[in-house]
């Protein structure tokens, strides 16, 4: 049947003309065989020329109405086919099974072995069988490449390795070869190995040459483990080359722990005990892991060691056993104590296998001195002494002053005392101090000693260890008696200057010598400060003449500075200004305003300046504190002691310039009770202060600084500027062979030179005149006064010093009696001679002289007033006592009283029944 379909059928053109048409057909058999291969074409095959084949790939039949009978596939040339992929040659059977159908029946094909390079492609497997009119065919194309470098080893893997920690393991081996290797092969260890191309120097990681590794022998590499780090290390042996496949040998084996010690600490502290004595045990902590064996620990010679206790148990050696592979205990370590000396080593901890562990050890056996120290004194002044020593066989000495007649008592083993060579502040030991413990020295000097005391020092000999508290002392001592010397008297000087203030109130001091460096409003004020044993001047004298003044520091706005001049004599080293001083008030100072110095009079230059300031805070009363500094540049020295406002002191300001001070200027401040006794400078001031060069030369005056607010009210009287400290307070002690005391009021005169003592001008004396020997030789111009309450002290050795020519005394008006002694004297010959007042109503300065000689008077005198004829005259001496005042014979009014003479052997007065008295004429 035909059928058309118009497919356009919106026209007109609804029509069908049909021409010549003819159908011819032939019927096909329904029974032909098919086969059919899928696919139809493989390609790839390939292998390296020399190794066996390439691998397989295959092709599937699928047929049907095929004839009975086995399918047949035949291989080309240059490939080879099967039918179980396992055997492969020309053909392969592929049955055909009854039924005549294939389903996706497999045919494996590869390229035969042994081609040489080359490419193989475009040949056919053909498949034939089963009644099909033609062969099915396949396609198949590949190639043969030619070989590259190759890398071989063997074995592939090594294990068992195993070690400790810190030991390389055993090696093991392994080969390494190749085919046309062209370069080097690197071979690399993994961590924990290393590789060896000898056996003997075993790295990281080895190169062999190429023609080794294409040789037949190729390389034998060693392999072993370090041993580094414990575990299980594992991992490749890495081998490459240019152009080769990277092979591995793989390697696996263990590292096992050391055996290790510990021991803390390493070195233990020194160790020191007396001879005869273990020594205090110390200790040290030993470990021990992954050990092998116990541990011995052994000391060292004059060493001990105990794992029991501190105090038991002590032996050269211990073992100390395992728990398991650990091992712990506290080693205790002492010295024997067996001889003496510095024995010193290790204490070793050993076990087999592990590094051996040292603890370091010192110490000191002290042994007994056995020899006797001597000790002699030396260079003995008033406060010390030079004590001269020989240590016998100690290596120490102890050296102990203590009181004469003390009992001595020696000092204990392994006992430190603290030593001081100031006596007094060292250790106590029995009745003494001791003022040396140390090494052994050829002498010590000791201070702090009393002048005119006896003393006995005992010295004695040890050994110490090198620890405190590890003293051996000998048994036997050194003694030796000394004896301070006594203090001398204060160098006295000469007095420069001085002024009581002896004037009207309310004078200027500049009308009085005061020289002014500026405007200066500095005047006297009514009143007096006082100091027991200090000078008073005139009006104070016991004598109701003159005036009692005294000089008032105010503050003020700007600087007023007056100073006392004077002329320093030549050579001098030490210069003193001394007052007496009394602050009435004072204010905070934080800077250095200062209100007396020395000055280079016409300059600027102050030199020890002394600074006043209230204690902040203080009040009813105030308290203030001193300060001292040697110039403007200095840093000022404040006293720690503090003193009161409306309280007399007396002030000294020194400065010394001598070998003693190493020729720099020293300044130094004394301000001394007023109380105090004054006759001795105390040895040591409230205050110093250096300036570290020399300025001393230049220092002509002491000065007054009145300044502003900051400054002090403060009165001032009795200053006194000298060359040495007796002079500068007015209690002079003379002891040169010859002396000279300048004018002026002293409270006290002490002669003791076995010479002369010259005034120059009118020397006063207050309160004692002491004349142990020596002469003092005044005249009408060069005169010596003692005031009524001076004292002549007794003589304390039957040739007393006198005054070897007149003595003034000057006597107020009395109601009572009182006694004035005149030291008078001559050529050797001390009379005093003493005036007994039993009354007198006006003053009169009284003259006495001793006169060597006779008198030239006849053997009567009608002239006595009483009326008595004298019959008997002395032709050895004669004494003369005028009332004499100002020059002029001043007659006592109502005078009633007696004189006292004094007589000696040669005075010729030997009949006791002779009633002899004074002539008066």
Same mark, same amino acid.
């Given at each position: ?5 118009? +497919? ?42 020399? $190794? ?45 099974? %009854? ?9 494996? @094909? ?111 590499? /060693? ?50 005990? +007396?001879?005869?004595?273990?020594? %205090? ?32 148990? *002590? ?9 398991? $592979? ?66 016998? =066989? ?41 003022? *040396? ?24 000999? /040890? ?36 002024? =009581? ?6 004078? /200027? ?42 000089? !008032? ?32 008030? @004072? ?41 001292? !500094? %040697?110039?403007? $540049? ?32 020293? #300044? ?7 109380? %105090? ?21 230049? &220092? ?33 002690? #003379? ?33 004692? &005149? ?49 006694? #004035? ?57 004669? #004494?003369?006592?005028?009332? /004499? ?37």
């Amino acid at each position: 049947m035909l059928r058309w379909v118009d +497919l356009n059928d919106s026209g007109t053109d609804h029509f069908l003309a049909v021409d010549n048409v003819s159908v011819s057909f032939t019927l096909a058999s329904t029974t032909s065989p098919t086969l059919t291969a899928t696919p139809t074409a493989l390609s790839g095959f390939t292998y390296v020329a020399g $190794s066996s084949t390439s691998p397989s790939q295959n092709f599937t039949l699928d047929g049907s109405n095929l004839t009975p009978g086995d399918l047949v596939a035949t291989g080309s040339t240059n490939y080879e086919v099967s039918a179980d992929n396992t055997t492969f040659g020309a053909t392969a059977i592929i049955p055909n099974m %009854a039924g005549g159908t294939l389903t996706s029946v497999p045919v494996y @094909v590869r390229l035969k072995a042994g081609l040489a390079a080359g490419t193989y492609n475009n040949e056919t497997i053909s498949v034939t069988g089963g009644g099909t009119a033609a062969a099915t065919n396949v396609t198949v194309s590949g190639s043969v490449t030619a070989p590259g470098p190759t890398l071989v080893v063997t074995p592939t893997s090594l294990s068992g390795f195993s070690t400790t920690v810190g030991t390389a393991s055993a090696a093991q081996t392994y080969v390494l070869t190749g085919t046309s290797v062209t370069a080097a092969t690197s071979v690399m260890a993994p961590a924990g190995y290393a590789v060896s191309a000898n056996g003997t120097t075993f790295t990281s990681s080895i190169t062999v040459a190429a023609t080794v590794v294409n040789s037949a022998a190729g390389q034998t590499v /060693y392999v072993r483990l370090t041993g580094a780090t414990a575990g299980t290390p594992s991992g490749n042996i890495t081998h490459t080359t240019t152009g080769a496949t990277t092979v591995n040998v793989a390697v696996s084996g263990t590292v096992t722990p050391a055996p290790a010690l510990t021991v803390s600490p390493t070195t233990l502290p020194a160790f020191n005990t +007396l001879i005869g004595t273990p020594a %205090a045990a110390q200790s040290y902590a030993l470990g021990g892991s992954n050990l092998n064996a116990d541990v011995v620990v052994a000391a060292p010679n004059g060493y001990e060691v105990s794992t029991t206790s501190a105090t038991a148990g *002590f032996a050269s050696s211990q073992t100390v056993g395992r728990s398991g $592979s650990s091992a712990s205990a506290t080693i205790y370590v002492r010295l024997t104590g067996a001889a003496a000396g510095t024995p010193s080593g290790s204490v070793t901890n050993t076990s087999a296998g592990a590094t051996q562990r040292s603890v370091a050890v010192s110490g000191t056996v002290v042994g007994k001195p056995t020899g006797t120290p001597t000790i002699s004194a030396s260079s003995l002044n008033t406060n010390s002494v030079v004590l001269n020593l020989n240590a016998a =066989d100690g290596t120490n000495l102890l050296v102990v002053v203590r009181p004469a007649g003390s009992t001595a008592t020696a000092p204990t083993d392994q006992t430190t005392y603290a030593a001081s060579a100031t006596y007094g502040a060292g250790a106590v030991l029995g009745a003494g101090r001791v003022v *040396f413990a140390a090494a052994n020295a050829a002498s010590v000097t000791v201070t702090g000693l009393v002048a005119s005391t006896s003393y006995v020092a005992d010295v004695y000999t /040890y050994n110490r260890g090198t620890a405190t508290g590890f003293e051996s002392y000998g048994a036997t001592s050194g003694t030796t008696a000394f004896s301070t010397v006594a203090v001398p008297p204060a160098l006295p000087g000469l007095l420069l200057f001085e002024d =009581d203030f002896d004037y009207a109130a309310g004078e /200027y001091l500049t009308a009085h010598g005061w020289l002014s460096s500026s405007a200066n409003t500095t005047a006297t004020i009514a009143g007096n400060a006082t100091a027991s044993n200090y000078p008073q001047g005139a009006a104070l004298a016991g004598l109701p003449v003159g005036t009692s003044t005294q000089a !008032r520091l105010v503050r003020r706005s700007g600087n007023g500075i007056i100073s006392c001049p004077a002329t320093i004599p030549a050579g001098t080293t030490t210069l003193y200004a001394a007052a007496v001083l009394t602050v009435s008030d @004072v204010e905070n100072v934080s800077g250095d305003d200062y209100s007396f110095s020395f000055l280079t009079r016409g300059t600027i230059s102050y030199r020890g300046q002394v600074r006043i300031a209230k204690v902040p805070g203080t009040a009813s009363p105030e308290r203030f504190t001193f300060g001292l !500094r %040697a110039s403007s $540049s200095a840093t000022t020295a404040i006293s720690s002691a503090e003193f009161l406002v409306g309280t007399t002191y007396v002030l000294v300001l020194k400065v010394e310039n001598s070998a003693a001070t190493s020729n720099q200027d020293v #300044f130094s401040l004394y301000v001394l009770p007023a109380t %105090a006794d004054l006759v001795q400078e105390p040895t040591s001031p409230l205050l110093t202060s250096t300036t570290g060069s020399s300025v001393f030369n230049t &220092i002509t005056a002491f000065a007054i600084r009145q300044s502003d607010a900051n400054a002090p009210d403060a009165y001032l009287d009795g200053v006194r500027f000298a060359t040495g400290w007796g002079n500068a307070v007015g209690n002079p002690v #003379f002891t040169a062979a010859t002396a000279t005391i300048n004018a002026g009021n002293y409270a006290s005169l002490t002669l003791n030179n076995n010479s002369t003592l010259t005034p120059a001008g009118a020397v006063n004396v207050e309160t004692q &005149i002491t004349l142990p020997s020596g002469t003092i030789n005044t005249s009408a111009a060069n005169s010596l006064t003692l005031y009524p309450a001076a004292t002549v002290a007794a003589p304390t050795t039957s040739s007393p010093g006198y005054v070897n020519g007149p003595v003034l005394r000057p006597v107020p008006a009395l109601g009572s009696s009182q006694s #004035f002694v005149f030291p008078v004297g001559r050529s050797g010959n001390y009379r005093p001679l003493t005036l007994n007042v039993n009354q007198q109503e006006n003053i009169v300065t009284y003259r006495a002289e001793q006169t060597e000689g006779d008198p030239g008077q006849a053997g009567t005198d009608p002239a006595a007033t009483d009326g008595t004829t004298l019959t008997r005259v002395s032709r050895v001496r004669f #004494f003369t006592l005028t009332p /004499y005042t100002g020059g002029t014979v001043t007659q006592p009014t109502n005078f009633q009283g007696t004189v006292t003479l004094s007589f000696g052997a040669d005075d010729q007065v030997t009949d006791p029944t002779a009633r002899l008295r004074p002539g008066q004429h």
